[in-house]
């Protein structure tokens, strides 16, 4: 999987889907600054891409970076305010919890 990903990015630079799927991939396999950067490039490319911003909160918050991990959350919830936790955390079981846990905090933040 991991190559054809790769493979996708060398054939289309800046494919924000392609960049988040291997960004999935590293943070499963615990390679979270490699994750954290691809992340980070998918929302450049595409700053309306959802999945990018709570993946990316998701591996800050799996690192206990909370603050960090917040305002990744409160931006996808920008983008789409009827984006489910059950949809979002379904990536990562172990993280679930505390993506849960902080898109509650988020979306309390974002309504008051």
Not at 8 to 30: C, H, M, S
Not at 80 to 95: C, L
Request: glycine share 6%.
């Amino acid at each position: 999987m991991e190559l054809r990903v790769k493979a996708a990015l060398q054939q289309e630079p800046g494919n924000a889907l392609a960049e988040n799927n291997l960004g999935v991939l590293y943070g499963k396999e615990g390679r979270n600054a490699e994750a954290l950067a691809l992340f980070e490039r998918a929302s450049i490319d595409n700053p309306r891409y959802v999945e990018a911003f709570f993946n990316w909160g998701l591996v800050l918050a799996s690192e206990g970076k909370y603050t960090d991990a917040i305002p990744k959350f409160q931006q996808a919830l920008v983008l789409n305010t009827h984006y489910s936790k059950a949809d979002t955390a379904r990536g990562s079981e172990k993280h679930s919890a505390d993506a849960q846990a902080l898109l509650s905090v988020s979306i309390c933040n974002s309504v008051a």
